[in-house]
């Protein structure tokens, strides 16, 4: 314990950074597919519905562990729940290099779907543990910040392996870092009350807000609550549109810009960069109002309606003809996502008691993945038949504001549930 001269310690952000490597090993390992499509696609005769089922099934098997971890790190907690998860993603991870198939890479790729559903249930649990109502919005931010990280990393180094060892060395070297993240997390990771590295002061200030009642909550308790509904809805509704941009963007430069495996890492990486930025200026902005006498509530709407409105010229972006304009709007979509998506990720600790943050956040997080499965059906088809994304990119510029309408209608004022 950091005790010296009775200051407070700040372990609280050690594990905030935990969970931001969690997040960045996760999107990585999600991420190679999309990056390796073009070149998986015409080494092994992929059709773009053949690709859209894979990401389908991933999608399909992602909504089942989301969902299926929610109720594990509610009951058995944030750390064994999440070394389940990671175990589970990493092995399913790896296997990729043994396969060749359309079936194949539908059957590992539900594996990885089924444990990386854990990564966001525990994170979210392990956050709301950690932080105060007050810090959890930038908190969330950083941690979802990771997934940028992944994902500038995935075009920059898959690349790199794949033309020095080939497609399948990308699978298992990448696969090493989730052991890594593993040892430490099972080395560092406690409950606060239980360690050693939090200071008295850090300790009160993370338990600052009224105590929970003790107890598990089951799903038929807060699935059809109001609270429950507009967290699922917009789940469901702006999830996918990330999924877009993770598993098909690096096809739509290939596609509308002409570029390839060794050419597409620098758009990409300039795209995600902006994304964290986006993702911890939305958690930032929110924390600040709230700090600053704005209502919880005021301010997530506030900084969710800002974001939606930042999205919308991503509808413009397929019949852009410069690159990198293109590059910009992309990047303003993405960090608007992530922005939004901070505060988005808030509401299940905003709005029910600690019992229940796993379980509200596994239906929500289940919905996204149905929302992601309708979307990789939708973006294989529309390129199949149609051949443009403009159709697409209109869609994900729509979907925000009704996000957020679905949620100012079913949760106006943002109370807590207590009837649980």
């Known amino acids: 314990m950091i005790e010296a001269g009775g200051q407070r310690t700040n372990f609280r952000w050690v594990i905030c950074a935990l969970l931001f490597g969690a997040t960045a090993i996760n999107y990585m390992d999600r991420q190679i597919i999309g990056v390796l499509k073009p070149s998986l696609q015409h080494d092994l005769g992929w059709s773009e519905e053949g690709y859209g089922t894979i990401v389908f099934w991933f999608q399909a098997a992602y909504a089942v562990g989301y969902l299926s971890f929610g109720r594990i790190v509610d009951r058995i907690g944030a750390k064994v729940g999440f070394s389940c998860a990671m175990v589970l993603w990493t092995i399913a991870h790896v296997a990729h290099a043994f396969v060749r198939s359309i079936i194949g890479f539908c059957v590992v790729r539900a594996a990885l779907g089924f444990g990386e559903g854990g990564n966001f249930p525990g994170g979210i649990k392990a956050i709301a543990e950690w932080f105060p109502k007050q810090e959890r919005a930038l908190a969330f931010g950083i941690f979802i910040a990771g997934a940028n990280v992944g994902a500038i990393a995935t075009p920059l180094l898959v690349p790199a392996i794949v033309l020095i060892w080939g497609w399948r060395a990308a699978f298992l070297i990448t696969g090493g870092f989730s052991i890594l993240w593993l040892i430490a997390w099972l080395a560092i990771y406690q409950r606060p009350a239980q360690s050693r590295r939090v200071s008295p002061s850090e300790l009160k200030l993370i338990t600052s807000d009224p105590p929970d009642d003790p107890g598990r909550v089951s799903w038929r308790r807060v699935i059809f609550k109001r609270e429950t509904l507009a967290y699922a809805i917009a789940k469901f509704l702006v999830d ?10 690096p096809d739509f430069f290939a596609k509308r810009h002409g570029l390839d495996l060794r050419t597409f890492g620098v758009p990409l990486a300039i795209i995600y960069v902006t994304s964290d930025l986006g993702s911890i200026a939305g958690g930032y902005l929110s924390s600040r109002l709230i700090k600053r006498g704005v209502s919880v509530n005021a301010s997530r709407k ?34 608007a996502h992530q922005g939004f998506s901070a505060n988005l990720l808030t509401l299940p600790s905003d709005l029910f008691p600690r019992k229940a943050v796993g379980t509200v956040a596994g239906i929500g997080g289940a ?9 990789a059906q939708y973006a294989g088809y529309t390129l199949q038949t149609v051949g443009s994304y403009t159709p697409i990119f209109a869609a994900c510029g729509a979907l925000y504001f009704i996000a957020l309408l679905v949620i100012q209608l079913l949760s106006p004022r943002m109370s807590l549930v207590t009837d649980i």
């Open 240 to 249: 996918p549109v990330w999924w877009m941009f993770l598993f098909w963007l």
């Open 302 to 335: 506030l900084t969710m309606a800002l974001c939606a409105l930042l999205i919308v010229p991503v509808i413009s972006a397929a019949r852009i003809d410069n690159l990198w304009f293109a590059v910009a709007v992309l990047s303003l979509a993405t960090a």
């Open 367 to 375: 919905m996204g993945a149905v929302g992601g499965m309708i979307m």
